[in-house]
């Protein structure tokens, strides 16, 4: 946040407006000040215009007067966006300057004057005449550059500058100037003028949508998030996706237990996963990671609870179809039916469509719906996905602690590489979990059998052996521990004595 005093008013802040930006509020604390001098910056594309539309649409709303000055954008380029998003334009007065500063008439009189001279005060005169007869509350001025262009000189552009904001300042209207993106050395110059900054970065990755940000340089006389923050511009505007902050959402935690139904696998547990904690389920590929994550799931359901989860690797229908055959055995229909009563959240999520930011705030949404079992399947897919987002593992920290605070169990899945004794993945996700549930492959009579043990569980005791796992066309089946065995995990796989064996019914050894 910034640690910019409050100087306005006494120490108390003016009143705000909403922005009508999803998440562009909670950044700003607010919205924006009454009568703000607010700067957009952001380059081609960046969703500018459409910031402009959405802010003032939003005021239209709440009953107020407001005017959308177009110095580059046409009245047709404004109504082909307002008709894209769904907005009603005719409730906006436009003042549109680029039919008239584009009039060949004008363009062929001759004149011995600079246009710096004739056509900036020509526009600014027609600007303060249309802000004097409409008497708006909210304006925003779309196209600063052109200003700038007309101006000629940086000291001409800057006092033409300062003497709209004063105009502005003086009738308490809020401002929001849109500009394209400029050298260093111009944007120090606007941020001295402007009361407030906000800039639009677009990047396009080598695979996929573009992947866009924004952040604050500025508020005077406010507090706001610094740190970028993604957005989305989609069907019905732009969409910001605040910055996680974990600290900021730390409610009282009343851990309680959740098993899974299955009475060995709690046991292991010593009861089950506990709310307020993030778990790790680790193995090789197909050793039952995602059944084990959905029986928590399942049984979550059934007691009652929400539960979101979300499939970076396997295609969703087929996720969701084993899953009732094998957590809901008997009870064809449920997940739909969860899925459509709202209980669970359920989404695929196609890696070359997702943010860090994006993800994060879907997360939130069903955490603000009452989602009690998060299952991130897996995290291997997570971090594929967006291979050229730096600070990812950060993103994830956030991520994690944040579901931690606010009581909710997390899943997370990861797969390791091999099949029998799979190497470590590239990157490390145990220290971010309290309780790590390792799964094995191993050969024991010609057969290859799958065994389960928990690796660590911060928040009490647990148990140290390991249990076999047989998952049939019927379910999940966990026996007793296997005594008499070693280097079950990795391998070779022999016995104490020489009569040691296993069966899933009973799992001691013979004799």
Known sequence: ??????????????????????????????????????????????????????????RVQEGERVLYIALTESRRDIEMI?????????????????????????????SIFHPSETQLGDVIKTIISEIERLKPSHVVIDGLSELRLLAGAPVRYRRQLISLKMFLEHRGITTLLLDDQTPESEAHAHQAIVG????????????????RRLSIGKVRSSEFQEGFHDYEIRGGGLFVFPRLVSPQHSDHIERRL???GIPNLDH???????????SVFIGPSGVGKSTLAMQFVANGLKLGLKAAVYTFDEVLGTFLARAEKLNFTGDHGALKTH??????????????????GSFAQEVRDAIDDGATIVVIDSLNGYLNAMPEERFLSTHLHELVSYLNQRDVITIMIVAQHGILH??????????????????????QHGEIQRGLSVFKNRTGPHEHTMRPLTITDTGIVIAEPMSGWSKVATGPLYGDTPEADFSLSGNRPKG
């Open 1 to 58: 946040m910034s640690d910019q005093p409050n100087i306005q008013g006494g120490g108390k802040s003016p009143p705000r407006f909403a922005t009508g930006i999803p998440g562009l509020d909670v950044i700003l604390h607010g919205g924006f000040l009454q009568g703000g001098f607010y700067l957009l910056q952001g380059g081609p594309g960046s969703g500018k215009t459409t910031v402009g539309l959405q802010y003032l649409l939003k």
């Open 82 to 110: 307002c008709a894209s998003h769904g907005w009603p334009f005719e409730e906006i007065d436009l003042c549109d300057l680029v039919r008239a500063s584009l009039d060949p008439v004008e363009q062929s009189t001759s």
């Open 196 to 211: 407030a900054t906000i800039v639009l970065e677009t990047n396009l990755p080598q695979y996929g949508r573009a992947r």
């Open 258 to 260: 959740c098993g899974s």
């Open 268 to 278: 292991m547990f010593q009861g089950g996963l506990r709310t307020g904690t993030s």
């Open 339 to 356: 899925i459509q009563d709202g209980r669970l959240v359920a989404r695929q999520v196609d890696p070359a469509e997702l943010t860090p």
């Open 422 to 443: 799979g190497a470590v993945a590239d990157f490390n996700v145990s220290y971010l979990a309290d309780t790590v549930l390792l799964l094995r492959y191993f050969e």
